[in-house]
């Protein structure tokens, strides 16, 4: 197989978790036990498909073009595409297709189930590696955005302005991201510097 780099680029997804489904042979990729991918084994262990989700216009497009993308293999033939292992496509294609197969599979659950999944508040920020996260603050998706730093009672602006007014599951649905309400609310303690830093850390993270 030429995508010697499948395994790594999936497993480093949030939230993705891999299992060997035995009576099929198949390597799967999951999120939150629903699939979005695979690798298909022969009998010799070799891979003989990749199969993933995709958008139904984008997939017949695909298959339109590329000889080596096909229908997906004991898959729903609408939904699902497999690609030949050592065939024509494009590295780069085959991210887009991964990529917008996770996408297609985590948009599947609700807001609130997505930000759990990718362990992210709306803003991309992993709270747990903030040190107010515990005794001061049980992280913002646990408290609906209301964290000890927003107005008492109230859901930070950018919880708010996302999840509460737009109904996004993050920021990432924004085509403003990110906007003016992030530069807002920067932490008077930080520097410009360190504050731009981290916009581009957030806006990394929902990407």
Same mark, same amino acid.
């Given at each position: 197989m030429k995508y010697l780099w499948i395994d790594e680029y999936l497993k480093s997804k949030r939230g993705v978790t891999k299992d060997l489904q035995a009576e099929w042979n198949w390597e799967r990729y999951l999120i939150d036990g629903k699939m979005f991918a695979a690798v298909c084994l022969g009998s010799d262990n070799k891979p003989y498909y990749i199969t993933m989700k995709l958008d139904p216009v984008e997939g017949d497009y695909l298959r339109q073009k590329y000889p080596d993308i *096909? /229908? +997906? #293999?004991y898959m729903n033939k609408q939904h699902w595409n497999s690609v030949k292992p050592d065939g024509e496509v494009p590295d780069d294609l085959m991210k887009h297709m991964l990529d917008e197969a996770y996408r297609l599979v985590l948009s599947s659950f609700s807001g609130k189930k997505q930000r759990e999944i990718l362990g992210l508040s709306v803003c991309g920020t992993d709270c747990t590696k903030c040190g107010c996260y515990g005794d001061? =603050?049980? +992280? =913002?998706n646990q408290v609906c955005g209301k964290v000890f730093h927003a107005p008492? +009672?109230? &859901?930070? /602006? *950018? #919880?708010r302005c996302a999840v509460n007014q737009n109904k996004y599951a993050n920021?990432? +649905?924004c085509e403003q991201l990110p906007c003016d309400i992030w530069r807002r609310t920067k932490d008077p303690s930080m520097t410009d510097e360190a504050f $731009? &830093?981290?916009?581009? $850390?957030r806006v990394g993270n929902l990407k």
């Amino acid at each position: 197989m030429k995508y010697l780099w499948i395994d790594e680029y999936l497993k480093s997804k949030r939230g993705v978790t891999k299992d060997l489904q035995a009576e099929w042979n198949w390597e799967r990729y999951l999120i939150d036990g629903k699939m979005f991918a695979a690798v298909c084994l022969g009998s010799d262990n070799k891979p003989y498909y990749i199969t993933m989700k995709l958008d139904p216009v984008e997939g017949d497009y695909l298959r339109q073009k590329y000889p080596d993308i *096909i /229908p +997906g #293999y004991y898959m729903n033939k609408q939904h699902w595409n497999s690609v030949k292992p050592d065939g024509e496509v494009p590295d780069d294609l085959m991210k887009h297709m991964l990529d917008e197969a996770y996408r297609l599979v985590l948009s599947s659950f609700s807001g609130k189930k997505q930000r759990e999944i990718l362990g992210l508040s709306v803003c991309g920020t992993d709270c747990t590696k903030c040190g107010c996260y515990g005794d001061m =603050c049980k +992280g =913002c998706n646990q408290v609906c955005g209301k964290v000890f730093h927003a107005p008492k +009672g109230q &859901a930070c /602006p *950018i #919880y708010r302005c996302a999840v509460n007014q737009n109904k996004y599951a993050n920021c990432a +649905g924004c085509e403003q991201l990110p906007c003016d309400i992030w530069r807002r609310t920067k932490d008077p303690s930080m520097t410009d510097e360190a504050f $731009e &830093a981290s916009i581009a $850390e957030r806006v990394g993270n929902l990407k």
